[in-house]
């Protein structure tokens, strides 16, 4: 690797490490470091991982049983490959995009004396870090159960090393190819907002699908674990080999008098060194994959990240201009921005989508809710159904963080609201009614669906109208609370603010704790006492918020006012 | 229209602007002149009410910017040296949002939104977004929103950057346009040579200290601007 590779790729990495740690770090207004945030940075990081390291070794053990059990250890490695792969694929694939093709300084080393190729190997090597920590938070806990399941023998373990480099490998360069070919897409597709948002819908409701039904999928896999093997083994040839190469716990009869039938699997713990040659194949595929598309790459990179596509002009027909007063204009303003980002909506947008889903839930199961409740709870003297119809839809809009980065999405256009007549609390309240304004259409829909499907009464169904509305006020403002106290206007890209920044983790943690706390104390008594009656549940939820949104307000036109003018 | 008196302006330990005390009557375009960081834009960014500073005073039309700022800001438009704009809404949009603001109503706003993108030659670029538009129309699009509401300050940071020639002269034309009715123009600049044919008056500033000011003849005497700035600057450094 040359030197100039080497210096791009520790460019980049520390670049990115360090504008990581800075934006979840946080700053005051007055732009001081918010200490706080390197600890709790180190706790997320660690959660995460070691969430998703446990998961995996829980799984692998209890497949990798299954597998030794049926006598087709060889398939655990494959399995493991595969989805350690489509895992690393899912993470990566967007970023593929921004890190090759879209890098802001691309233009600019590409003017000095630099390869192209040069340019795009240093991003790849960069991709391939980032996928290797990604693939390897599965794998690595898949070798370990491996060892504590089957053993290994040294060139079984020399297998499995290999597999933790190769895997990442083949990622790198499957999404490096995807993110071209999604670029090109997206950019012939006139409204590709749309086209982002449904296909980030689409792998939302896929995602809650599979996470939903995995208990299920799971216990299918280990019931079928024989026939899947047979199955992979007949159709899968160098998942096959690779398996042999890197498993102990299944020796074929023979080799040569392939394929084998069901019959003839067996499970004896042997291994012959002539079965690890079955990790050439998917090497040779994944060099040869990779070297394809680097070539492809290179040879095109300087077109890939010159091209501009010519934007059909829109053509301008001078119209009467309509007056709107201020609140309602800078109102617009936000709506506009929140939905000129894809991004932006499918982050903040998740109220919305789980207001829905807990609508269709009822519009479907609705029935079973209302025999359930009275049956779980038979002290409770007053009907449940408002309280918890209405707690759930509360509790969803507090998945609404679309206000926590809206302080510091105004970065460099800061100037058009400091410097025109508007008073702070204009622009406060407009970025603050945001919320409600992206929660409402599903809780109306969940409120609709609720009054027919679950015979409510008026007073219900009032609630479940009203306590979703207060809930996504008290969230919006909060939002715009901890922004204030937390904005970041050093960004280059908005995703960065939308996804990673302090005031937007803080701002959900503290809505769901301050949600959580009305409807412990109104359920609770609801359901356990016999003089408790639902009027006296609803009133202490909407006391609750409205007095949290007061205080907010409050905390607006006193504090906030002055932050805003610092800023 | 404008008048600060003994502003001091501190980053941190950094003094940005030293007592500085200008007047720009209605009527005038003053050029404020100054080599990189000698302090224009913290004074002119203090003047519309984007900076907070620790003493004296700035006056638009009589009004305190510490007092009431949002009545001063009634008054003024500013533009920033590099305007960034709601690039996600088109450029009618954007120059309507800020009519909103100023409450322009809709006649008032059509024509004069329409009479300066003429103007500036950007009337069939209003529809497209503004992310497609280059460095040079956002500026434009920028000047227009400055101008359309008719405020009696117009506070302006390095306005000609990015403009071609002809924009260049049609702004200019537009700023004495502006001072006839009454407006009062107060513009930084690197170009003395624009500074020294379109301003009545100017200033120069230095390591945040005000190092001359007066009419345009007083400052430069017998010489051109070039060599005043020139030797100041020297004799400051």
Known sequence: ?567 | MLKIEHLTKRYGDKLAVDDLSIEIKSGEIYGFIGHNGAGKTTTIKCSCGLLEFESGEIYVDGISIKDDPIECKRRLSYLPDNPDLYDFMPGIKYLNFVADIYGMEVEERDKQIHKLADMFGITKDLAQPINSYSHGMKQKLALISAFMHKPKLVLLDEPFVGLDPVAAHRMKEEMKEACKDGAAVFFSTHVLEVAEKLCDKIAIISGGKLIASGTTDEVRGNVSLEEVFLELEEKNV
């Open chain 1, 1 to 567: 690797m040359s030197n100039t590779v080497s210096e791009l790729v520790k460019i980049k990495i520390t670049g990115d490490i360090s504008s990581m740690i800075s934006f979840m770090r946080g700053r005051n207004a007055k732009g001081q470091s918010f200490n706080i945030g390197t600890a709790f940075i180190l706790a997320v990081v660690v959660i995460a991982f070691g969430f998703m390291m446990v998961f995996s070794f829980g799984i692998s053990t209890v497949v990798g049983f299954q597998m030794k059990e049926k006598g087709c250890g060889w398939l655990y490695f494959p399995m493991a490959f595969v989805a350690s792969g489509i895992f690393s694929f899912i993470g990566t694939v967007f970023a593929a995009q921004s890190y090759l093709y879209e890098a802001k300084d691309n233009e600019l080393l590409m003017s000095m004396p630099i390869k192209p190729a040069d340019i795009l190997l240093s991003r790849m090597i960069a991709l391939y870090l980032l996928n290797f920590i990604y693939a390897n938070m599965l794998f690595l806990p898949v070798g370990v159960a491996h060892g504590l399941l089957f053993g290994y023998s040294l060139l079984t373990f020399l297998g499995f090393v290999i597999s933790m480099f190769l895997i990442p490998l083949l990622v790198t360069a499957l999404s490096s190819i995807f993110g071209y070919l999604f670029g090109r897409l997206i950019k012939l597709i006139p409204s590709k907002n749309f086209l982002t948002v449904v296909l980030g819908l689409f792998t939302i409701l896929a995602l809650s699908f599979i996470t939903l039904n995995f208990g299920h999928i799971l216990q299918t896999l280990m019931n079928d674990i024989d026939k899947v093997a047979y199955w992979a083994q007949s159709n899968l040839h160098v998942l096959y080999w690779y398996g042999l190469a890197t498993n102990c716990y299944y020796t074929p009869v023979n080799l040569n008098n392939y394929p084998l039938t069901y019959n003839d699997i067996h499970f004896n713990g042997s291994y012959s060194p002539i079965n690890f040659v079955g990790i050439i194949p998917i090497t040779t595929i994944t060099a040869a994959v990779v070297y394809a598309v680097s070539i492809f790459l290179s040879r095109h990179f300087t077109g890939i990240v010159t091209r501009k596509t010519a934007m059909k002009k829109k053509k301008y027909v001078r119209k009467k201009l309509k007056k709107t007063n201020i609140q309602l204009a800078l109102i617009k303003k936000e709506v506009g921005y929140f939905f000129s980002m894809p991004a932006y909506v499918m982050n903040a947008g998740m109220s919305t989508i789980m207001a829905v889903l807990l609508g269709v839930g009822i519009l479907l199961r609705g029935s079973i809710i209302v025999e359930w409740l009275p049956r779980m709870f038979p002290d409770a003297s007053t009907n449940l159904i408002g309280l918890a119809v209405g707690s759930s839809l509360a509790l969803s809009c507090t998945l609404n963080d679309v206000t926590a980065p809206t302080i510091s999405l105004e970065g460099k256009t800061i100037w058009i609201l400091k410097s025109t007549p508007l008073g702070a609390m204009k622009v406060f309240f407009a970025k603050a009614l945001l919320a409600p304004i992206v929660c409402l259409p599903g809780v109306i829909f969940t409120a609709f669906a609720s009054a027919l499907t679950l015979k409510l009464k008026a007073a219900d169904i009032l609630f479940i109208i009203f306590i979703p509305i207060l809930a996504c006020l008290f969230s919006g403002f909060l939002g715009v609370c901890v922004n204030l106290k937390l904005p970041r206007f050093d960004w280059t890209n908005e995703i960065t603010v939308i996804k990673q920044s302090l005031s937007v983790i803080f701002t959900l943690l503290l809505s769901m704790f301050f949600t959580a706390i009305p409807f412990t104390l109104a359920i609770v008594p609801s359901a356990y006492l016999e003089d408790f009656s639902s009027v006296w549940a609803y009133g202490i939820c909407i006391v609750y918020f409205a007095a949290l949104v007061l205080l907010e307000i409050f905390f607006l036109s006193t504090d906030g006012k002055k932050i805003w003018n610092e800023l």
